[in-house]
């Protein structure tokens, strides 16, 4: 089964670095069963931090479009 493994990247109830933790061991357990898993944190875009907001927004919603409709 292909599984997009969406997790908040920060809140109120543990930090980013625990949110991640937490879902990369999800994400391993699922693979160990046969599982295909997308990773969207792990995602890369060129040049990010010189994008306008809104460019990078779009950019990372295709992205994400393009491996759900996968």
């Known amino acids: ?3 997009y493994l969406a ?6 109830a543990r930090s ?3 949110y991640l933790e937490y879902a990369e061991k ?7 069963e046969g599982n295909e898993v ?4 792990k995602m890369h875009i060129d040049n990010a931090w010189d994008l306008p907001n809104d460019v ?7 992205r994400d479009i ?3 409709d996968k």
């Open 56 to 62: 990078w927004g779009d950019e990372v919603a295709k």
């Open 38 to 41: 997308y990773r969207p944190w």
């Open 1 to 3: 089964m292909k599984i």
């Open 16 to 18: 980013k670095q625990e």
């Open 26 to 32: 999800i994400a391993e357990e699922l693979e160990a």
């Open 7 to 12: 997790t908040p990247i920060e809140g109120a």
């Open 66 to 68: 393009a491996e759900l």
